[in-house]
């Protein structure tokens, strides 16, 4: 029979475990919260991406029709085409990734 000493001490060796157990558990938890984090970010960062290069392209048109137009309602004009080609170059390849 096991005596009271090694019992104690199996009781403790369970509590050790136990505990251990609930600490990676937590562990495994903000790990799986820290990925969704980045994963959240890296969406965040990838939108605002192509905000920015939506917004380049926009100023890349707005120079590209003050240089060609000399007077403000064709460089207007111009613009408005031009931003309809990109809108349709957009569909496009949104189309082709599909």
Same mark, same amino acid.
């Given at each position: 029979? #096991?005596?009271?000493?090694?019992? #104690? +001490? ?9 505990? &251990?157990?609930? !600490? %990676?558990?937590?562990?495994? @938890?903000?790990? *799986? ?9 890296? #969406?965040?960062? /990838?939108? /605002?991406? =192509? +905000? ?6 926009? $100023?890349?048109?707005?120079?590209? !029709?003050?240089?060609?137009?000399? $007077?403000? *309602?064709? !460089?207007? @004009? &111009? =613009?408005? /085409?031009?931003?309809? %080609?990109?809108?349709?170059?957009? =569909?496009? &390849? #949104? %189309? &082709? /990734? $599909?």
């Amino acid at each position: 029979m #096991a005596s009271s000493q090694q019992l #104690a +001490q199996l009781d403790r060796l369970e509590r050790q475990v136990t505990t &251990l157990v609930a !600490a %990676y558990q937590q562990v495994r @938890e903000e790990l *799986a919260d820290a990925h969704t984090t980045i994963q959240q970010l890296q #969406a965040e960062l /990838r939108d /605002r991406d =192509k +905000q920015l290069r939506e917004h380049q392209n926009q $100023e890349n048109i707005v120079k590209l !029709a003050n240089t060609i137009a000399g $007077e403000p *309602a064709t !460089a207007t @004009e &111009l =613009k408005q /085409r031009l931003n309809e %080609y990109i809108r349709e170059l957009d =569909k496009c &390849l #949104a %189309y &082709l /990734r $599909e």
